[in-house]
């Protein structure tokens, strides 16, 4: 069946249905619009499903668009029941106005709504704040849902390049909720789902320093909150600290999102907070826990390879083989200034420690521990005449 009108007639009521939410706010900043949210007002859930509307499991009260496939919501209110961080109960129904729903949404940005004709409807002074270019929240409510601290960081992420900047007032309650441990209460898996996607942002160095201004960095990563300075240096990169310069290089160096995840969290880690318990928590996947892990034994071994022989080459090599590339962007981001003296090395270290041909010591009759044995020594003789051309040794 089709469902052509934002109006429909359902029964008595009239049923209206508004964008909501960031498709509002990028279309109003002339950004290119990806997922498209509705809200649905004045209709049930039986009106939803009479008009042909698929429930999405397990989120209620939320629905599919059987010909778009876009989630179209009930409006919702938020009614407050007590104290704290679940203190709040989510009411649905037809007499749940668009501001009501509105209301209970993180930023003025995000809570416009724009109806089948074009209009705007802005309550809550959206269309100033992204002219002011402010991320301000709405209500006091904004408090009640930790994953708003993550989100701010986020936007400002994505946005500050933009010239936005987190509203005064809202970088009080951000602290009031940081210092209150409201973080406590998130997964590590929703805490990584937000800095990943804050990591693909623009500037992802401004996720950690909006937390880090409000005090939610050294809860959730205090050996990275004490390698940052207080107060960032908006003006003078120097006085970022090496976290964000660093970070900063791995996006010009336009990195993944499993470089720019180690390039960061390099600096959570210390012994009181190993790497494997990190990645854990953050459940990270597999290839990028494997990679942060791989650089934290490589960083060290690469720092000494200036001074070290054939043997050390070598033994880089052969340990790191199955993530050389890797490695090697990485050097290139955290320590340009080794990286530029050892990658052509390396390589040619690397080109030379295969040249090795292992058939033509079988073909001699080598075998086992032996065969071993020789090929390592063979290996080492080729790399340390590289060196050895290179004047390294
Ligand atoms: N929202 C909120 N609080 C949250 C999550 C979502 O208030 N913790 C509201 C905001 O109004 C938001 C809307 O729900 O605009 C849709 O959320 P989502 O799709 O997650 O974010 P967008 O704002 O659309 O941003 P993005 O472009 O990052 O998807």
Request: with cysteine; hydrophobic share 40%; aromatic share 6%.
């Amino acid at each position: 069946m089709g469902i052509d009108s934002s109006q429909s007639r359902v029964g008595k009521q009239s049923v209206e249905m508004y964008l909501v939410g960031g498709a509002v706010r990028d279309k109003l900043l002339g950004l290119p619009v990806k997922d498209r949210d509705w809200v649905v007002v004045g209709a049930t859930v039986e009106d939803m499903l009479e008009m042909g509307f698929q429930p999405v499991p397990g989120v209620f009260p939320v629905f599919i668009h059987p010909q778009t496939g876009e989630e179209y919501a009930l409006a919702r209110r938020e009614t407050k029941t007590g104290p704290g961080y679940h203190g709040f109960s989510v009411e649905t129904g037809p007499d749940v106005t668009l501001e009501q729903d509105l209301a209970r949404r993180d930023l003025t940005i995000n809570a416009m709504a724009e109806d089948e004709r074009g209009t705007i409807i802005d309550p809550f002074g959206g269309r100033k704040d992204l002219q002011r270019r402010l991320l301000r929240h709405v209500t006091p409510a904004f408090a009640e849902d930790p994953v708003r601290l993550l989100r701010i960081a986020r936007f400002s992420a994505r946005f500050s390049s933009l010239g936005f900047h987190v509203a005064h007032e809202t970088h009080g309650v951000m602290k009031e909720m940081a210092a209150a441990g409201e973080l406590a209460h998130l997964q590590g898996q929703r805490i990584w789902q937000e800095m990943a996607r804050a990591l693909m942002e623009a500037q992802p160095w401004r996720f950690f320093q909006v937390l880090h201004a409000c005090g939610a960095l050294g809860r959730l990563f205090p050996v990275l909150a004490s390698a940052l300075p207080d107060s960032p240096g908006d003006e003078n990169p120097e006085e970022d600290g090496e976290p964000i310069a660093v970070l900063k290089r791995a996006v010009t160096g336009k990195a993944s999102l499993a470089l720019r995840f180690v390039c960061i969290m390099q600096y959570a880690v210390d012994a009181g907070h190993p790497a494997s318990q990190l990645t854990a928590w953050l459940a990270v996947e597999k290839k990028t826990a494997t990679l942060f892990e791989n650089w934290l034994l490589a960083r060290p071994l690469l720092l000494d390879l200036p001074k070290g022989n054939a043997r050390a080459y070598r033994q880089y090599l052969q340990r790191f083989r199955h993530c050389l590339p890797q490695l090697g962007q990485l050097a290139q981001i955290c320590m340009p200034h080794l990286a530029e003296q050892l990658s052509p090395l390396l390589e040619q270290a690397r080109a030379a420690m295969l040249s090795v041909d292992v058939a033509e010591l079988q073909e001699q009759g080598l075998q086992g521990r032996f065969l071993g044995e020789e090929l390592r020594r063979r290996q080492e003789q080729a790399i340390a005449s590289v060196l050895r051309g290179s004047g390294e040794n």
